[in-house]
């Protein structure tokens, strides 16, 4: 029994010490963007440097006071969902994404995770193949590497936030990955059914359901395939790209997977 309470005692210390640094965590990072960098409009001379909790909260659509709460370490329970508008308002690079998490009590995040499992070789590898354009891809389609020729062909990578170098998300919301692919529908279709594919397995985890319910909010065309409930097998095809330099570019599309049972692949 004493024992027990004992360890009770000790995890409550932990947590409260968590909490802190999460409080001092969230403070720093907030107070070293500015509104100019966060597209609000400038408001004069601030007694503060950074963005007030309130523009935070409005940004990464939250409640001011349980934003407030957060910042002051409060015991409050975080989904991953409202963790990732977070990392996304105070545009947090991936190690400070997975330190964000962990202080909050959340496993990382799926991206960062799955990054990290890029063998060195294989991003030594891709480096290779220029000028043919190469990347890894997660069974959830988020872009965890790419090589230089991929980044110059689609374009715009390097300035998106983590979360967002997702290609069902740059298909479905991007007017200029819309615009680039000739055969938008064919890829559309085929990603969506690749999607649900993958959803039948990860249907439980949380960075999948995030996902669903922001291509169904921000989409009317995913949200209308995915509810024709089509499912699509992974192939090899024909990419068609019109790039605004150098014109159409026809590509023959592979997919290499790291391993029998590996969700990672290299396409190239």
Known sequence: MTTSLEAVVTQA???RIRRRELSSFLRSRRERISPEQAGLPATGRRRT?????????????VGVTWYTWLEQGRDINVSEQVLAAIA????????????????AGHPEPPMDRDGRAVPGAVTVMMRQPEPIPAAVINARFDLLAYNRTYERMVGGLAHLPFEDRNQLLLVFTSPRWRTATLDWKDSAARLAGRF?????????????????????RESPDFER???????RAPE????RYLHPEVGLLTLDYTQLWFG?????KLTT
């Not at 090899?236 to 990419?239: G, L, R």
């Not at 029998?260 to 990672?264: A, T, V």
């Open 13 to 15: 210390a932990d947590q």
């Open 49 to 61: 440097p950074g963005l007030r909790r309130e523009e935070v909260a409005q940004l990464a659509g």
């Open 88 to 103: 996304r308002t105070l545009r947090l690079d991936p190690y400070e994404r997975v330190h964000l998490y962990t202080l």
């Open 196 to 216: 649900r594919a993958g959803m039948a397995t990860h249907a439980a985890e949380p960075g999948w359901k995030n996902l669903l319910t922001r291509l169904r």
């Open 225 to 231: 395939l995915w509810d024709q409930h089509d499912v």
């Open 236 to 239: 090899n095809f024909t990419k």
């Open 260 to 264: 029998e049972r590996s969700e990672i």
